[in-house]
């Protein structure tokens, strides 16, 4: 986190989000809440492979997230929820996300925003820039999002002594 906040533009900003996924025949469709009784419904498709890549998303704010999920839940039905902490840095146009992710862990996220018009490859030069000043090397990337993460970790866990996973 030192090494962020030297190069930081803005931040140190805290955030606590629960994203609740929901069942999409494309892409990604989850419910973001946080504080404050707000949240945001958010649609994304990405390739899950480790390293910089480019995501194509909407994002819609959203006054009554609770009734939003019954609804999305009975209509799509929901695949789970993904709860963790951020700290959010700004690094230029450069979003740096260091999260505690509930049953997974620490991780360091970048994201980088591009202008319209803009390749995805001189996103991915840019954010592949900022790994090297953060000394962050291609062997400590992951393919896939968190809640793939937290999908297979449950899946592969063995139950505790009442059954449950």
Known sequence: ?????????????????????????????????????EGELIFYQRANQAGPKESVYERIPISNPDNLRRTLSLAYGERGCVRKRRILFLIGRTRVHLDTVDQ????????TVLAEG????????????????????????????????????????PPDENGRI
């Open 1 to 37: 986190m030192k090494r962020v906040a030297e190069l930081a533009d803005s931040g140190p900003e805290e955030l606590l989000q629960v994203d609740t996924f929901f069942n999409c025949p494309v892409g990604r469709l989850k419910l973001r809440t946080g504080g404050g009784g």
């Open 104 to 111: 997974l862990g620490n991780f360091l996220e970048l994201e």
């Open 118 to 157: 803009e390749t995805a490859a001189k996103g991915m030069a840019e954010a592949g820039k900022l790994m090297k000043e953060l000394g962050i090397c291609d062997d400590q990337l992951i393919e896939g999002a968190y809640f793939d993460l937290l999908e297979n970790k449950l899946h592969h866990q």
